[in-house]
């Protein structure tokens, strides 16, 4: 990591792209943090994106605004998790301002329905593509597997509460692998 | 009412929290204002949250809109900071590590089943399926920027669906 090269000022202008092109809800930005801090910029490496997102679902608030503030905390400490935050959600706030201002009728826009019909399709297919890269380089071995199927099953089939499921996966985590060190 | 925006604003993005207090305790917004306001959220990129934004200037214009922003990010930003200082505080100890270790896969199978019902919503019939398909693959296998996508996607959407 050379993280005394990144300047408040690039984690801000990063955020600011991320915020501003990832519409169609919250999951798309995974796939934008994905590649423009791992694979391009090489900020953090996969293990770290998976950390945070983590840590983003296990806060109270917003999860993927979280893993933003998460890792802008690890580049830059607070200054990183003020501009992550700044960055990801000024477009946005912008934009709504103005639709609120000018108070567009969003539900009448035939138009506006398609194109965003077109974007939630694509962010299901984001999402999928950062499910399965992060698979690879997390779900290693059978006993991984299973935590991602239980923690699957519990949210998809019993609706089980979020925050809840991350702290049990811990709580079995520490038992099953804490043991063997 | 600024001040009340302040103290209010919250942060926890439950829309049933927002509305209870925003709409039946304090009669700020109509029931329609409050829906336009999420219709709006979902609208604009990035997180939902800007949701409040539009709430904020609804209840007291601009300032009111630069508020509600600044207080629904602050305690984020604050559990956020302190969680994560914690967290690479103690990254080596063998409680966290092994901890981590169960969490990580879990993170997996938690986003997993939100694209699951992400994608019953979304993915509505052989168009819809095929953008999300085109959309994976692209990411998966090749170097383009995630915005492509969404542009692509959205220009797709207005021409076919």
Redesign the interface.
């Given at each position: 990591m050379k993280e005394d090269n990144i300047t408040v000022k690039d984690i801000f202008w990063k955020f600011l792209k991320i915020g501003s092109f990832s519409f169609g809800g919250v999951y798309s930005m995974l796939a934008f943090f994905e590649r423009e801090l791992v694979e391009k910029a090489k900020w953090l490496t996969h293990d770290e994106f998976v950390e945070s997102v983590a840590i983003g679902q296990m806060t109270p608030g917003p999860p993927i605004v979280n893993t933003g503030i998460c890792i802008g905390y690890r580049l830059k400490r607070i200054k990183g998790a003020l501009a992550t935050t700044a960055g990801q959600s000024f477009t946005g706030t912008l934009l709504a301002i103005l639709l609120a201002v000018f108070y567009v009728k969003s539900k009448g826009n035939v138009l506006l329905t398609s194109v965003m019909k077109g974007v939630g399709a694509a962010v299901v297919g984001l999402l999928l593509s950062i499910i399965f890269k992060m698979s690879k380089n997390t779900i290693k071995d059978l006993k991984a597997a299973l935590f991602a199927l239980a923690a699957f099953s519990a949210l998809a089939v019993f609706k089980l509460n979020p925050i809840g499921l991350i702290l049990a996966s811990g709580i079995l985590g520490l038992l099953v692998y804490g043991r063997r060190t | 009412m600024v001040i009340n925006a302040l103290t209010i604003g919250g942060?926890?993005?439950m829309l049933p929290m927002l509305q209870k207090e925003f709409v039946e305790n304090h009669h700020w917004l109509t029931n329609q204002e409050f829906l336009?306001?999420i219709?709006?959220?979902?609208?604009?990129?990035?997180?939902?949250?800007?949701?409040n934004?539009?709430i904020g200037?609804?209840v007291s214009g601009?300032i009111g809109?630069v508020l509600a922003?600044v207080s629904s990010?602050l305690?984020?930003?604050i559990?956020?900071?302190i969680?994560?200082?914690y967290?690479?505080d103690y990254k080596e100890s063998?409680?966290v590590?092994?901890?981590?270790?169960?969490?990580?896969?879990?993170?997996?199978?938690?986003?997993?089943?939100?694209?699951?019902?992400?994608?019953n919503?979304?993915?509505v019939d052989p168009?819809?399926?095929g953008?999300?398909?085109?959309?994976?693959?692209v990411?998966?296998f090749t170097?383009t920027?995630?915005?492509f996508?969404?542009?692509?996607?959205?220009?797709?959407?207005?021409v076919?669906?």
């Open positions: - | 942060g926890f993005v336009d306001a219709a709006i959220g979902q609208l604009t990129p990035g997180p939902l949250t800007v949701m934004a539009v200037y609804k601009l809109a922003m990010y305690p984020c930003i559990i956020v900071t969680g994560a200082k967290y690479y063998i409680i590590k092994s901890s981590f270790k169960g969490i990580k896969p879990a993170v997996i199978g938690l986003l997993s089943a939100v694209a699951i019902s992400l994608g919503t979304a993915l168009l819809t399926f953008i999300a398909i085109i959309s994976f693959a990411i998966v170097k920027d995630p915005s996508v969404i542009i692509g996607a959205g220009i797709l959407g207005a076919l669906l």
